[in-house]
């Protein structure tokens, strides 16, 4: 697993897309069950949490069906 250091003004979503490409449920969940205690600094990060991040393979993007095509 990979660890990073928050900085200043991070968000949960920056955190999950710098480290896993992801900003979706899923992967939330898995990060908040992984760092108990996280959801307690709110929105907003302060700098210097060390957060685990989880290994989740990259998600496929969703498929866009026109209906005019």
Excluded at 3 to 28: F, Q, V
Excluded at 38 to 48: D, I, M, R, T
Aim: glycine share 8%.
């Amino acid at each position: 697993m990979k660890t990073l250091r928050s900085r200043e003004g991070d968000t949960i979503s920056i955190i999950l897309w710098m480290g896993l490409n992801r900003t979706d449920d899923e992967a939330e969940e898995v990060l908040f069950a992984l760092n108990p205690g996280l959801e307690k600094y709110g929105p907003v990060l302060p700098a210097g949490i060390t957060i685990t991040l989880p290994e989740m393979p990259a998600k496929a993007p969703e498929r866009v069906v026109n209906i005019w095509d």
